[in-house]
């Protein structure tokens, strides 16, 4: 953008004039300042995309669930503010873990060899014993994968399966309950790359006609995007879950709005670190697109951008 005399000034943040995170955010927003500015872009960008009836792609790492964020997401899908989910088969893992045990306060210092002589798996600083992950997966999931099986099921996408595991762990505090609930399809292209995947692996060793159909979910995902009319995505984090919301969305000539949440660098060339503008040279994302890219720890810029959307929303 380009200085003239009419261009916007910048302003201090007066924090006493904020009475919620809306206020704070727009404050934020006016003083043009470095990521500041970026969370009240973000906001904005976000209201937009809901007001104007877009189909909304949200998409997220694992990492994230086995802390408080999980909460954030939940209500999204809660309130419908999203239509589609794209994750990894780790979010499976813990929104599923979390809803049965409990995890734990850790400290990113702590001396991981004594923590595997006790069994316990450090995520960050995030603690989790490994009868909160893989036993009680185990436990619970290979009776629901037998009781599918024998009811007929046998060859299943992602989005089925998920949606199924929704309605089977019956718990609100869970992602995939409400995205059970509220029909809103969940799909994990890497669907074997954690837990659940490895214990779909064990089911399959004795039932070897029971199947996972990647392509029914890509075939989902391309009546998707063929048929919307507007298009748009949070997107927390890089790797998989970004490159299959921005792919899909090339074919229908790109995204109209996104919001992108990271803290990958450009500078290695990866599909993680490189911001929303990078996708609009391979048409994922339009020229003309609402879009920002924010630097930062998400369990840090996701509540300040969607609670600060909340309060707009309600109000």
Not at 19 to 25: H, I, M, Q, S, Y
Not at 201 to 210: A, G, N, V
Not at 240 to 257: A, E
Request: hydrophobic share 40%; aromatic share 10%.
């Amino acid at each position: 953008m380009a200085f003239n005399g009419r261009s916007r000034k910048v302003a201090d943040i007066r924090l006493e004039e904020c009475g919620n995170l809306w206020d704070l955010t727009e404050q934020m927003y006016a003083s043009g300042g470095f990521t500041a500015k970026k969370i009240g872009e973000a906001v904005r960008i976000l209201e937009k995309m809901v007001n104007d009836d877009a189909y909304v792609f949200l998409s997220f790492p694992a990492d994230i669930i086995s802390t408080g964020a999980r909460g954030i997401i939940r209500d999204l899908v809660k309130r419908k503010l999203v239509s589609a989910i794209i994750t990894t088969c780790g979010t499976l893992d813990h929104d599923l873990a979390r809803s049965w045990k409990p995890y734990y306060h850790g400290d990113f210092l702590l001396d991981d060899a004594s923590l595997r002589k006790r069994k316990i798996n450090r995520l960050g600083n995030i603690l989790i014993p490994d009868s909160s992950y893989g036993l009680i997966l185990e436990n619970k999931l290979m009776p629901f994968l037998k009781k599918m099986y024998d009811s007929g099921a046998r060859k299943l996408a992602t989005y089925e399966l998920t949606d199924r595991l929704g309605e089977y762990v019956g718990s609100e505090d869970s992602i995939l309950y409400w995205a059970h609930r509220n029909s809103i399809p969940v799909f994990v292209p890497g669907i074997t790359d954690g837990s659940v995947g490895s214990q779909l692996w064990m089911f399959w060793q004795e039932h070897k006609d029971f199947q996972i159909d990647l392509l029914k979910d890509e075939h989902m995902l391309s009546d998707i995007v063929f048929s919307v009319k507007k298009a748009g995505a949070l997107m927390i984090g890089g790797g998989i879950s970004k490159h299959h919301t921005i792919w899909w969305n090339q074919f229908r000539g790109g995204l109209d709005y996104v919001v992108y949440l990271t803290t990958a660098q450009e500078f290695d060339g990866s599909l993680s670190g490189a911001p929303v503008r990078e996708a609009i040279s391979w048409g994922k994302v339009k020229s003309g697109a609402r879009h920002v890219t924010v630097e930062g720890d998400a369990t840090v810029t996701l509540p300040l951008v969607i609670g600060s959307l909340f309060t707009r929303l309600r109000g």
